[in-house]
């Protein structure tokens, strides 16, 4: 009986403590970001994606990326950003191109919650790729580089995930590298 109660109590501590490691906030952009907040709260502290945010105001989708969700956001970074054609995103960020701007910031969300390990499964049952059906209504390729998740836009544009699975309490983020393009 002894050995027993000694079993479950061990058994709950090491659930417990793997519970807690699960739970810890994974950093980006030099902030925590927590799985209790939505996309926005954590986002906001993520200094490699104001550029992000800036657009996402500047598109009127606070709102939306606040709801319930759930969402998967590949987020790029204002690195991202950065390789697009000099005076892009000043442009982007104009009021008379907010049409296009949010086109283009909701071809970065697919409806429902796809972390890394799901998405794998997608590209392995399609044979090498799959594909995901975005917000904007357009379509997002992923497949595999090595153990690294490769998004190809309706353009041809390739962008890697280079942080997976940031939870959020409406869904996940990925990190991208590199800014996707609908056709």
Do not use: C
Request: hydrophobic share 45%; proline share 4%.
């Amino acid at each position: 009986m002894r050995k027993i109660a000694l079993l479950i109590m061990s058994a709950f501590v090491l659930n417990a403590s793997m519970a807690q490691k699960m739970d810890k906030p994974v950093e980006v952009g030099g902030a925590p970001m927590y799985s209790t907040k939505n996309i926005i709260e954590n986002a906001v502290n993520s200094k490699d994606h104001t550029t992000l945010v800036a657009a996402v105001k500047a598109a009127g989708l606070v709102e939306t990326l606040q709801s319930a969700g759930p969402f998967t956001v590949f987020a790029p970074t204002n690195e991202a950003f950065a390789k697009l054609p000099k005076g892009t995103v000043e442009s982007l960020l104009k009021p008379e191109n907010k049409a296009t701007l949010t086109k283009i910031l909701t071809y970065h969300v697919v409806a429902g919650s796809w972390d890394s390990q799901a998405i794998a499964k997608l590209i392995k049952d399609g044979n090498g790729t799959a594909t995901l059906k975005t917000v904007s209504g357009g379509t997002l390729k992923a497949s595999m580089k090595g153990n690294k998740i490769v998004l190809t836009d309706e353009k041809g544009g390739m962008s890697t995930i280079t942080i997976k699975n940031v939870y959020q309490s409406n869904g996940v983020i990925h990190v991208v590298d590199t800014v996707l393009l609908p056709s």
